[in-house]
């Protein structure tokens, strides 16, 4: 049987046409689906930081590419073609329901079952990470992001309210709207911090991945993110409110209220290495397979 090689990987020429024609049919299939969700990362600020991930990804794999020439091609023909079929079974349940994300995670079924049916589940283990960050990069339901979105809602506008009145500020607050002297600010959706944990989230993947080698450290600073995002959300309503309260309605609108979200990003990722930094630290401490 003829062989091609590609980069660093042998394979017999029958299994190259058969991707290859497996690869344009999954094309052909989510063709709408992948267009979709493109459109989204474009045009949806909660997550515009999906048009990286396909990127992160991919170098992902490439580094990778070592340990997948060294790993042995063992096709589970019958279960990655099961899979596949259920897979497009998802898909068309999607399709009909005009759910989405089913659609989506059908997707990633399909991909997981291409690794399975050419390479085997020894493959699975180097392309996990790349396809648990095209997971990342999936918008929740709608259902699930505002029984997220809106408890954040609540907790930014209670800890700003407290702390604009420590300041010296009458501030009253009754749900997610803070009332001044001159004026209410409502802390909405789009000022929940749920944009800035689904990017810091994927931001606290991506470097566990590549920079922590211990696990603990890696479950540690992933969990870290919830709390980073919610003092630093707050950090930006109490911010907005203060400069709202001095300098009027224009100072949480517009511009400034744009630039304070990017620069409490920038502070939640300073956190979030500091974070690292002290793990590493006090790893210091502990005994020599805990490092």
Not at 115 to 129: D, E, I, R, S, T
Request: charge should be positive; hydrophobic fraction near 55%; charged fraction near 15%.
């Amino acid at each position: 049987m003829q062989e091609v090689k590609i980069g660093d990987f042998t394979i017999s020429q029958d299994r190259v046409w058969r991707g290859g024609l497996m690869c344009l049919a999954l094309g052909w299939l989510y063709f709408d689906v992948l267009r979709r969700l493109m459109s989204d990362w474009y045009n949806d600020e909660n997550y515009s930081h999906g048009l990286l991930v396909p990127v992160i990804a991919g170098y992902a794999l490439w580094q990778n590419r070592e340990e997948l020439r060294e790993t042995p091609i063992r096709p589970m023909s019958l279960i990655g073609g099961a899979l596949m079929a259920g897979a497009v079974l998802m898909l068309w349940a999607g399709t009909v329901g005009a759910e989405m994300f089913i659609t989506r995670i059908s997707f990633l079924f399909a991909l997981i079952s291409l690794v399975l049916y050419f390479g085997g589940k020894n493959w699975l283990k180097p392309m996990g990470f790349p396809l648990l960050l095209l997971l990342l990069a999936i918008p929740i339901p709608l259902l699930i992001f505002n029984r997220i979105a809106f408890p954040l809602q609540l907790i930014a506008s209670d800890y700003a309210a407290r702390i604009i009145n420590l300041i010296g500020i009458p501030a009253f607050r009754e749900g997610n709207v803070i009332e001044l002297a001159e004026m209410k600010l409502e802390v909405v959706e789009a000022c929940s911090g749920i944009r800035s944990l689904m990017s810091l989230a994927t931001l606290a993947v991506t470097y566990v991945y590549f920079a922590e080698p211990q696990w603990w450290r890696r479950i540690a600073m992933v969990a870290s993110v919830v709390p980073i995002a919610i003092v630093t959300n707050a950090a930006r309503v109490t911010a907005t409110g203060i400069m709202a309260h001095y300098r009027g309605e224009e100072a949480a609108q517009g511009f400034q209220h744009a630039f304070s979200g990017w620069l409490m990003f920038i502070v939640a990722m300073i956190l979030l290495l500091a974070f690292a930094q002290l793990l590493r630290g006090a790893s210091r401490f502990l005994p020599e397979r805990w490092r």
